[in-house]
């Protein structure tokens, strides 16, 4: 749901504003036809995630992407690709678009520089997931651990980089 979420969220706030924005209302043509192929293929997932779903030992349904390639077209090797690529791109795909959404914001309403922002949005997600990993423990034992360093990793990434265009901008 989350993903589905990200994905309806940015598409509709950021996207068409850019859209129409940069190729005027002609844009909103072009969303329209492509989003009736978005249809179908999100259509097409959801039917192979439930043909191909499986029940697990604690009798919980599991099922995916992955389960569809691996059940589907017998290439379990693809299933693993499909799910390493899958969590390559959590880190920057939609978590990335929306803070720097935010950030590009608030810079030019509030002032706010980009770093201050990110730095709010990591205490808040911070907050969230901890307060999760708290709850439970068993189920994300190892991720909450690596999530301190590589949220550190992210946010000095990102202040280097702001630090260096801003410095590239000055006279």
Known sequence: MTALAATIGTGNIVGVATAVAAGGPGAVLWMWLTGVFGIATKYGEAVLAVRYRVRTARGEMAGGPMYALE??????????????????????????????????????????????????????????????????????????????????????????????RSRARSP
């Open 71 to 164: 059940r589907g077209l017998g290439a379990r090797w693809l299933g693993f690709v499909f799910a390493a690529l899958t969590a390559v791109a959590a880190f920057g795909i939609g978590c990335m678009v929306q803070a720097n959404s935010i950030a590009a914001l608030l810079e030019q309403t509030a002032g706010v520089a980009p770093v201050w922002t990110g730095l709010a949005l990591t205490a808040l997600t911070a907050v969230v997931i901890l307060a999760a990993c708290a709850r439970s423990p068993a189920s994300a034992n190892g991720w909450c651990r690596s999530w301190p360093c590589s949220t550190c990793w992210a946010a000095w990434r990102c202040s280097s980089t702001t630090r260096r």
